[in-house]
């Protein structure tokens, strides 16, 4: 994962699509499903048909703040800005959820899983249950460089505002065939011209980007005692961003009497879309279904599938 070098403009651009997914419910959960950071809804988009055409759900996958814009202007997000756009999501799906009468479920991929757990905190009496899949608390995966678990220094250097990793391969997929569409898609990009970002997502990590994002993080731990509707959390053996710590740590410490912990075998970080993703969508549909059947949070023993 090598580092680029540049000083990008924050120039935002008016013709950026949104590629955020809303699809309406028919009868089922109200979902509101957040990617991951440098990510794009694509990344969620088998889950939301899935959970949409066999669960009969209403899902809602935004696009959070900045993303799909040029890079200069995504490095320099806030955390505040970033949460607040998913925030946002979130009183709309419930709005969406009250006005139904249906559960609400909040989940997502990475940072997504972060994210959703701060909701689940901040709301707990609106969450009926949260799906984490490869949550991101540390960035402790197997292909992490080890110039990259240096990264919270460059919080107090000028560095971090010049600073890029370009994405390398697996890309956190396991599957090859989807890892090459993503490798070629990736080429055409440089720091300078990110065209694409808003399908796929970035082919580069501001380095700024992840020092704005650590006291996220950190407040995230310190809350996950107020998280108390049933969790789910899908987590790859093998990941190679974010190991099995991240999830066995959420798991330990949310206050939730029912939480599930499902280990994957054959999968890398973007477990939504690689190659256990019918998996995945199986253990989705049967979580968001348990709650559809009890009408709110269900509370039931805790219980780990190893």
């Not at 997502?108 to 949550?135: N, T, Y």
């Not at 049933?230 to 999830?247: F, I, S």
């Not at 206050?255 to 499902?262: H, M, V, Y």
């Given at each position: 994962?090598?580092?680029?070098?540049?000083?990008?403009?924050?120039?935002?651009?008016?013709?950026?699509?949104?590629?955020?997914?809303?699809?309406?419910?028919?009868?089922?959960?109200?979902?509101?499903?957040?990617?991951?950071?440098?990510?794009?809804?694509?990344?969620?988009?088998?889950?939301?048909?899935?959970?949409?055409?066999?669960?009969?759900?209403?899902?809602?996958c935004p696009q959070l703040a900045n993303h799909g814009q040029p890079l200069g202007v995504l490095a320099r997000t806030?955390?505040?800005?970033?949460?607040?756009?998913?925030?946002?999501?979130?009183?709309?799906?419930?709005?969406?959820?009250?006005?139904?009468?249906?559960?609400?479920v909040v989940g997502g991929l990475s940072l997504g899983a972060i994210l959703s757990l701060m909701l689940a905190a901040?709301?707990?009496?609106?969450?009926?249950?949260?799906?984490?899949?490869?949550?991101?608390?540390?960035?402790?995966?197997?292909?992490?460089?080890?110039?990259?678990?240096?990264?919270?220094?460059?919080?107090?250097?000028?560095?971090?505002?010049?600073?890029?990793?370009?994405?390398?391969?697996?890309?956190?997929?396991?599957?090859?065939?989807?890892?090459?569409?993503?490798?070629?898609?990736?080429?055409?990009?440089?720091?300078?011209?990110?065209?694409?970002?808003?399908?796929?997502?970035?082919?580069?990590?501001?380095?700024?980007?992840?020092?704005?994002?650590?006291?996220?993080?950190?407040?995230?731990?310190?809350?996950?005692?107020?998280?108390?509707?049933?969790?789910?959390?899908?987590?790859a053996e093998r990941d190679d961003m974010t190991g099995p710590r991240n999830a066995r740590y959420i798991y330990r410490?949310?206050?939730?009497?029912?939480?599930?912990?499902?280990?994957?075998?054959?999968?890398?970080?973007?477990?939504?879309?690689?190659?256990?993703?019918?998996?995945?969508?199986?253990?989705?549909?049967?979580?968001?279904?348990?709650?559809?059947?009890?009408?709110?949070?269900?509370?039931?023993?805790?219980?780990?599938?190893?």
């Amino acid at each position: 994962m090598p580092v680029e070098w540049a000083w990008l403009e924050a120039r935002r651009r008016d013709d950026v699509p949104d590629r955020g997914l809303k699809l309406p419910p028919r009868g089922g959960c109200v979902t509101l499903l957040l990617h991951g950071l440098t990510g794009s809804p694509a990344e969620l988009a088998y889950l939301a048909f899935r959970l949409h055409r066999e669960g009969r759900a209403g899902v809602r996958c935004p696009q959070l703040a900045n993303h799909g814009q040029p890079l200069g202007v995504l490095a320099r997000t806030t955390r505040r800005e970033l949460y607040e756009s998913a925030r946002q999501a979130f009183v709309a799906a419930r709005d969406e959820a009250r006005t139904r009468g249906a559960p609400l479920v909040v989940g997502g991929l990475s940072l997504g899983a972060i994210l959703s757990l701060m909701l689940a905190a901040e709301f707990p009496a609106d969450v009926a249950g949260v799906v984490c899949l490869s949550p991101t608390l540390f960035y402790d995966g197997w292909n992490v460089p080890w110039l990259r678990r240096l990264l919270p220094l460059a919080r107090f250097t000028p560095l971090k505002n010049f600073s890029y990793f370009r994405e390398g391969e697996p890309f956190g997929l396991k599957d090859e065939a989807l890892r090459a569409r993503v490798a070629e898609q990736y080429a055409g990009m440089s720091l300078r011209d990110s065209e694409g970002a808003a399908d796929l997502g970035y082919a580069h990590f501001p380095v700024r980007l992840f020092c704005e994002m650590q006291p996220l993080i950190e407040r995230c731990k310190r809350i996950l005692p107020r998280v108390t509707s049933p969790v789910l959390l899908v987590q790859a053996e093998r990941d190679d961003m974010t190991g099995p710590r991240n999830a066995r740590y959420i798991y330990r410490r949310v206050a939730s009497e029912r939480r599930e912990l499902i280990m994957l075998g054959n999968s890398y970080h973007v477990v939504s879309a690689d190659l256990e993703r019918a998996s995945v969508g199986d253990h989705m549909l049967r979580f968001c279904g348990s709650l559809q059947a009890a009408g709110a949070p269900v509370r039931e023993k805790a219980v780990a599938h190893a």
